[in-house]
């Protein structure tokens, strides 16, 4: 099976490079290798389904630049083939004064990466927005919005396919031999050989860019994030997203309100240490996995600086109570039994040798490939500008 380009992973980001490539330059001769069933089976489809505003982001990053481009493109693309989205905004919430030093550096953040429409509201105006509130002051975000990520996909995969491409799915990569001329790939099924693959494995794209280069500098650490949904009939508390102050030291965004596109509200997510790369559940253990990333130098050291939030992350799994305690210093009315237990995500969170939770994407080149090594959120926001991005890299 002879191509030109081979991309490895059939989450939003490999699709949406694929998209990219054959809208580039038609005629390509480019596969998709997917090891699940079907696309978006991991990060892109178990993900909340937010479209991200750009707001947290360091101006100048890559993050930052992909997500308010990649922002316009995924709108545009919606429109074109009319999958549904909503931009309903949303409320950063400030409930200590603390917490209003914290979003005072955020607006200016956002100011900064052009997000001119965002605004500081009193405790009164947030209110009005969202009336079951515990909040000090606040920010308006107008931009971020609501989508299912999987319908995306799904369109992006059958776009790709009709420009030429072909999809491979329940094909896992297991090894990668490279020549002078090309690439040589072989899953259990079939041998594929290209000019150049592009790995955007996700949860796996350090095992997979270590098939081919020693000395990787980066792991995945899998973390869990854990969501509840509201009862039906306590929907009325939350209007749209509700969002806390972040920790400007941890890469995640705290538990947060999110009405869904099909109308349900999302609680959560909490972020505990996965003991299995694609471990949804509290009980799947994949040993190997599990021991493999307590070694990285890396992530001890992560756990030796950051185990007090990291115990406060692992009772809120398995403390409904404490995950409820946690949602109430935003929505006070909210009592567990209003929370049903719902479909948790894994985030593929980068970590390099020396303690770093990598924050920003990150993408290297050899030979015959180009390894995404990073894209946590906003990637999904951000895929149709990232793919644009690598596929300018592949194709010259």
Same mark, same amino acid.
């Given at each position: 099976?002879?191509?030109?380009?081979?991309?490895?992973?059939?989450?939003?980001?490999?699709?949406?490079?694929?998209?990219?490539?054959?809208?580039?330059?038609?005629?390509?001769?480019?596969?998709?290798?997917?090891?699940?069933?079907?696309?978006?089976?991991?990060?892109?489809?178990?993900?909340?389904?937010?479209?991200?505003?750009?707001?947290?982001?360091?101006?100048?990053?890559?993050?930052?630049?992909?997500?308010?481009?990649?922002?316009?493109?995924?709108?545009?693309?919606?429109?074109?083939?009319?999958?549904?989205?909503?931009?309903?905004?949303?409320?950063?919430?400030?409930?200590?004064?603390?917490?209003?030093?914290?979003?005072?550096?955020?607006?200016?953040?956002?100011?900064?990466?052009?997000?001119? $429409?965002?605004?500081?509201?009193?405790?009164?105006?947030?209110?009005?927005?969202?009336?079951?509130?515990?909040?000090?002051?606040?920010?308006?975000?107008?931009?971020?919005?609501?989508?299912?990520?999987?319908?995306?996909?799904?369109?992006?995969?059958?776009?790709?396919?009709?420009?030429?491409?072909?999809?491979?799915?329940?094909?896992?990569?297991?090894?990668?031999?490279?020549?002078?001329?090309?690439?040589?790939?072989?899953?259990?099924?079939?041998?594929?050989?290209?000019?150049?693959?592009?790995?955007?494995?996700?949860?796996?794209?350090?095992?997979?860019?270590?098939?081919?280069?020693?000395?990787?500098?980066?792991?995945?650490?899998?973390?869990?994030?854990?969501?509840?949904?509201?009862?039906?009939?306590?929907?009325?508390?939350?209007?749209?997203?509700?969002?806390?102050?972040?920790?400007?030291?941890?890469?995640?965004?705290?538990?947060?309100?999110?009405?869904?596109?099909?109308?349900?509200?999302?609680?959560?997510?909490?972020?505990?240490?996965?003991?299995?790369?694609?471990?949804?559940?509290?009980?799947?253990?994949?040993?190997?996995?599990?021991?493999?990333?307590?070694?990285?130098?890396?992530?001890?050291?992560?756990?030796?600086?950051?185990?007090?939030?990291?115990?406060?992350?692992?009772?809120?799994?398995?403390?409904?109570?404490?995950?409820?305690?946690?949602?109430?210093?935003?929505?006070?009315?909210?009592?567990?039994?209003?929370?049903?237990?719902?479909?948790?995500?894994?985030?593929? $969170?980068?970590?390099?040798?020396?303690?770093?939770?990598?924050?920003?994407?990150?993408?290297?080149?050899?030979?015959?490939?180009?390894?995404?090594?990073?894209?946590?959120?906003?990637?999904?926001?951000?895929?149709?500008?990232?793919?644009?991005?690598?596929?300018?890299?592949?194709?010259?």
């Amino acid at each position: 099976m002879k191509y030109q380009y081979i991309i490895i992973g059939g989450g939003i980001v490999g699709l949406a490079t694929a998209y990219q490539m054959l809208k580039q330059r038609p005629g390509i001769k480019l596969a998709i290798i997917e090891k699940e069933s079907s696309v978006a089976a991991h990060q892109t489809g178990h993900n909340s389904g937010v479209i991200h505003s750009g707001l947290y982001y360091k101006p100048g990053s890559l993050k930052a630049k992909n997500c308010i481009l990649g922002y316009k493109m995924l709108l545009e693309f919606c429109d074109t083939y009319g999958i549904p989205y909503e931009l309903c905004g949303k409320l950063v919430v400030a409930s200590s004064k603390e917490e209003i030093v914290e979003l005072d550096k955020l607006y200016q953040r956002g100011i900064e990466n052009g997000l001119t $429409q965002i605004k500081r509201i009193s405790q009164e105006e947030a209110l009005e927005i969202e009336p079951h509130l515990r909040v000090l002051e606040g920010m308006k975000v107008p931009y971020t919005g609501i989508i299912d990520y999987t319908v995306v996909c799904e369109k992006l995969a059958e776009l790709a396919i009709e420009m030429g491409a072909d999809i491979f799915t329940g094909h896992k990569v297991e090894k990668i031999q490279l020549s002078d001329a090309f690439a040589t790939i072989v899953t259990a099924q079939k041998t594929f050989t290209a000019d150049l693959y592009i790995n955007c494995a996700g949860l796996y794209c350090d095992k997979v860019a270590a098939l081919t280069q020693k000395n990787i500098d980066t792991r995945i650490i899998p973390f869990r994030g854990e969501y509840y949904m509201l009862k039906p009939e306590k929907r009325s508390l939350v209007k749209n997203l509700i969002y806390p102050v972040p920790d400007p030291n941890f890469p995640f965004l705290g538990v947060h309100f999110t009405r869904m596109i099909d109308g349900g509200v999302e609680a959560g997510p909490n972020a505990v240490f996965a003991f299995k790369r694609e471990g949804y559940q509290m009980s799947d253990v994949d040993l190997v996995e599990m021991f493999e990333s307590l070694a990285w130098p890396g992530f001890r050291k992560v756990m030796g600086k950051y185990w007090k939030t990291g115990l406060g992350e692992f009772h809120r799994s398995f403390s409904k109570a404490a995950f409820t305690k946690a949602l109430q210093k935003l929505i006070p009315e909210v009592q567990e039994d209003d929370l049903i237990p719902a479909e948790a995500g894994v985030r593929a $969170q980068a970590c390099d040798k020396f303690g770093g939770l990598i924050d920003d994407f990150k993408i290297i080149e050899e030979q015959h490939a180009i390894h995404i090594l990073n894209a946590p959120s906003p990637a999904a926001t951000s895929s149709l500008s990232i793919g644009s991005t690598i596929a300018a890299m592949a194709l010259k």
